[in-house]
């Protein structure tokens, strides 16, 4: 795909008129099983790992089913992909299965570490396998590009230790960890396999876990378990789509929910697709694909509503959010902010686009690609925001009551969403004035560097399924370590 030229869409998200495209490449080779459970089951090759953890795991798993049915049916979208992949590179398939033990196989599974996606990538050791990170997006979400960096970073391991298990324990602890207790136990000359070796706790019982979801796909019955039915066929395609594209829109001309656009293409951060080449390209079920497709060759209108706003100087977030006709909870999740009033920024906002002409402007699309991925707040004001109702009187006018109130009148019209000042009695205003406290101070974001905790990382599905995490993992975390030399214990 080629790059565009200029800085900005003065196309407002406008439909060209090129057409577009979709077709799924049938990647593997003609199988007989119907269920892709029979596939999974043919291809396990690892060795099988005699361990006291791995009973402890089924029969957490085996007492609790219904967290197992929905992370089976959250798998149902990505793990044919998956398994396909794994074939190709000639990989057992038990490592298909790893997503279900690093985080339920949730897409927007996200660690105290910020350890991210299916596959639980740190920022750093995401970067170094390709997974690029920006406002925009973060490819560590992407299922299929985040699939091909772990199971690149999965061979590289099997190629420094010679062993699944072994690989396996690096790709949790950090290939530095397994290292070095490899070299501790054979200057003790005591066996350097993975159950012999001094581990971290949870590295201990990584691999007996996945060993424990090995067995239950194997026996299901043994566990007093259904599996959720998986056909042996691919549940989504890509399309191809242009470079600007609200999520909603692009939903509903596939014909899909916005839960199951987001669940396939949950890489994307913002309301609005876009990219700085010339065009995208997006999954979708397979069934969607033609309908996206044809309904986007036919659509005339804007292809996005979004556009790129710069504070004022001392401007605060609900004034904007209330100048754009848009809840403050919307405008802060949008932007990346706290849903307070007061918060005064001073970088590009994205916002709804506007009729009032040089108010907004077309989005920028490199400029914001730069801001940082959690957008720092310049300043918290320390005023107190009173809010009062206002049933209007006969003679009340706009200016009068914005010198009552210690407000402009422009500021009520923005907070009622009134288009003239002309006032009925018996209307009720909503007024939010400011009572400065005279001094201010500054708020940030804090934010740890997991390189400095040895790129630990939590691997849960989510806040969803805390509750449900294995007793024996209260630190269920895994570690990507990007390089042996910089892995900390």
């Known amino acids: 795909m080629s790059d565009d030229n200029g800085s900005y869409d003065e196309s407002y998200g406008a439909p060209g008129t090129e057409s577009y495209s979709s077709g799924y490449q049938f990647e593997d080779s003609l199988t007989l099983q119907e269920s892709l459970w029979d596939r999974v089951r043919d291809g396990f090759n690892m060795p099988d790992i005699d361990s006291t953890y791995t009973n402890k795991h089924e029969q957490w798993y085996a007492s609790r089913p219904d967290y197992v049915s929905r992370m089976l049916e959250r798998s149902k979208k990505y793990l044919y992909h998956i398994v396909v992949e794994v074939e190709k590179r000639g990989m057992p398939t038990e490592i298909a299965l790893l997503p279900m033990i690093e985080s339920g196989f949730n897409p927007k599974a996200l660690s105290t570490s910020k350890a991210s996606g299916i596959w639980q990538f740190i920022p750093s050791t995401g970067k170094d396998f390709g997974l690029k990170q920006n406002y925009w997006k973060d490819s560590r979400k992407d299922v299929t590009a985040a699939t091909q960096a772990a199971l690149n970073y999965l061979q590289k391991l099997y190629t420094m230790f010679g062993a699944w298990d072994l690989a396996l324990a690096a790709y949790n602890a950090g290939e530095g960890t397994v290292a070095r207790a490899i070299e501790r136990n054979r200057q003790l000359g005591l066996p350097t396999d993975y159950q012999h070796l001094s581990l971290p706790d949870e590295t201990r019982n990584y691999v007996p876990k996945l060993q424990a979801i090995k067995n239950i796909i194997f026996r299901p019955e043994n566990y007093g378990l259904t599996l959720n039915e998986i056909p042996n066929k691919p549940y989504f395609t890509t399309v191809q789509a242009p470079n600007k594209i609200d999520a909603k829109l692009a939903a509903e001309l596939a014909g899909i929910s916005l839960e199951e656009f987001n669940a396939l293409n949950p890489s994307f951060t913002r309301p609005v697709l876009i990219t700085e080449n010339s065009h995208q390209k997006l999954l979708l079920p397979t069934w969607a694909a033609s309908n996206f497709t044809t309904n986007l060759n036919n659509y005339n209108r804007p292809l996005s509503n979004w556009h790129s706003y710069q504070p004022k100087r001392g401007e605060r977030l609900g004034a904007i959010a ?168």
């Open 322 to 489: 209330s100048q754009f006709g848009i809840s403050i909870y919307e405008l802060s999740a949008t932007n990346n902010l706290k849903p307070n009033r007061n918060l005064i920024v001073r970088r590009p906002l994205l916002v709804p686009a506007s009729v009032q002409s040089g108010l907004t402007r077309p989005i920028d699309v490199a400029a914001m690609a730069q801001l940082p991925i959690e957008m720092p707040v310049e300043r918290e004001s320390a005023s107190k925001t009173t809010s009062v109702s206002h049933k209007v009187k006969q003679g009340d006018t706009l200016a009068k009551l914005a010198k009552r109130y210690g407000m402009s009148s422009k500021q009520i019209m923005q907070q009622n969403h009134l288009k003239s000042k002309n006032l009925a009695v018996g209307q009720v205003l909503q007024l939010e004035k400011q009572e400065s406290n005279t001094s201010s101070s500054g708020s940030s974001r804090n934010s740890k560097s997991s390189a400095n905790s040895g790129h630990k990382k939590t691997t849960a599905s989510s806040k969803k399924q805390a509750s449900a995490q294995s007793p024996s993992h209260k630190k269920t975390s895994t570690t990507h370590s990007k390089k042996t030399k910089s892995t900390k214990h």
